[in-house]
């Protein structure tokens, strides 16, 4: 259950820790305006009509991913906090949690699962790492928690930054299988992994309830924290300099192509300057 009191005490850490990272990614830039390609979101699209470049920004993938997350707008407006509060009986308080969990770890799997959102935290981990930025970064991992720890957590352990402790702290791929698998059950204020292992020093018998769904509300901060200091920063690009030369692979006269930063009243959006002269 995400309660109010979770998300106030969290959120700051969390937005301290995203701005930190946007911050490191634009001194370690290899090219200029090299982070702008990610607040726009490069990205190559091989289907495309003859004549025009697969390299695009603008949402992309991402339109997908709307629609995918628009049941977590529905989850949060059934106020399940609101229900537990006014419930009198103790029996009913554990019904409450255990059907907004069930929802919850559905939610926490399809974040850490989607390749949208890998893709954005890979991407940044190339950027802090001083990389250029990959148009044609596509994850789709066979073993996500390898990818996961060496490819993004780790980049930014080495980097020293605050993301690092806030993404070893939300994610536990244990909690992925269990759930893709039915491995759990609900008791005494615990989730019981099924997939637990004596063996395996990485894996947990249980964890609690409220554990969890500071888990829950770490993930859905990130990627709240992360898509609003995206709309900040694009704005800040904007206002700065309207009209900005970004790397493109199949730039003529290589390496630049033209973007142009547009806002009209709550609207704003960068576009290629061709589509501004059509």
């Excluded at 998300?7 to 930190?20: D, I, K, R």
């Excluded at 407006?77 to 029996?91: G, I, M, Q, V, W």
Aim: contains cysteine; proline residues 4%; charged residues 30%.
């Amino acid at each position: 259950m995400i309660f109010d009191s979770v998300v106030n005490t969290l959120e700051p850490e969390v937005y301290e820790a995203v701005e930190e990272l946007f911050k490191h990614c634009i001194k370690k830039e290899q090219n200029p305006n090299e982070f702008l390609i990610y607040l726009v979101n490069g990205h190559y699209d091989p289907i495309q009509l003859e004549g025009y470049s697969p390299y695009m920004i603008g949402l992309g993938e991402g339109i997908k991913d709307m629609d995918r997350l628009r049941f977590l707008e529905v989850y949060l407006s059934l106020d399940f906090e609101k229900y537990y509060n006014e419930a009198t009986e103790r029996h009913r308080k554990f019904e409450l949690r255990t059907e907004s969990l069930s929802l919850e770890m559905m939610i926490y799997v399809h974040f850490w699962e989607s390749k949208v959102i890998l893709r954005r935290y890979n991407q940044l981990a190339l950027l802090a790492d001083s990389n250029e930025y990959d148009w044609h970064l596509s994850p789709r991992p066979k073993e996500t928690y390898d990818f996961f720890v060496k490819d993004i957590r780790d980049v930014f352990q080495r980097n020293n930054l605050k993301i690092y402790s806030i993404l070893k702290r939300a994610y536990r791929s244990q909690i992925r299988n269990a759930f893709a698998h039915s491995d759990y059950y609900f008791s005494d204020e615990k989730i019981y992994l099924e997939n637990y292992d004596p063996s395996n020093r990485w894996t947990v018998e249980y964890i609690s309830f409220s554990d969890f769904e500071e888990m829950l509300v770490l993930t859905v901060l990130l990627h709240h924290c992360t898509v609003d200091l995206t709309e900040k920063y694009s704005k800040i690009y904007g206002h700065e300099n309207p009209s900005r030369l970004i790397n493109v692979p199949d730039a003529n006269p290589k390496p630049s192509k033209r973007i142009e930063y547009q806002e009209t009243g709550d609207h704003y959006d960068w576009y290629w300057d061709s589509q501004l002269r059509h």
